[in-house]
């Protein structure tokens, strides 16, 4: 019998886990952000843990948004924002400018083609 779903703890351990207790990301990343990782970066996150080279390998050579990464490599989204920012100071994860930081509009329609493209999968 496997322990981990029997017992519904576990599923909220190991994020706590994975993130060291943290919560807060280091910088704010925004859903819609675009980020990549060089072929370079992927090898190097293999040092990273486990998760960050899964998150790595999910942006090499296709820019994703941060939306996507947390569907992609089936992480929650708190959990995949603190990862991520850390992947940013740290080198392994290139962070574009998603849409201007005015233009409301703007950011709504692209945050809307990201939630599509999620529907998708």
């Known amino acids: 019998m496997d322990h981990r779903r029997a017992d519904p703890r ?8 994975v993130t060291r207790g943290r919560t807060e990301p280091r910088q704010v990343i ?4 675009v980020l990549s990782a060089s072929p370079t970066a992927v090898a190097e996150s293999r ?4 998760d960050k080279h899964r998150i790595a390998t999910v942006c090499e ?10 569907a992609y490599t089936r992480m929650p989204l708190g959990v995949a924002r603190v ?3 850390d992947m ?3 080198g392994l994860l290139t962070l574009h400018t ?7 509009e703007e950011r709504m ?13």
Do not use: K
């Open 10 to 17: 576990g599923e909220l351990v190991r994020p706590y886990a």
């Open 30 to 33: 925004a859903l819609e952000a």
């Open 47 to 50: 040092f990273a843990g486990h």
């Open 61 to 70: 050579g296709r820019a994703q948004s941060l939306a996507e990464i947390a």
């Open 83 to 85: 990862l991520v920012a």
């Open 88 to 90: 940013v100071a740290e």
């Open 98 to 104: 998603a849409a201007p930081a005015e233009g409301y």
């Open 109 to 121: 329609n692209l945050l809307g083609r990201v939630l599509s493209g999620l529907r998708e999968l």
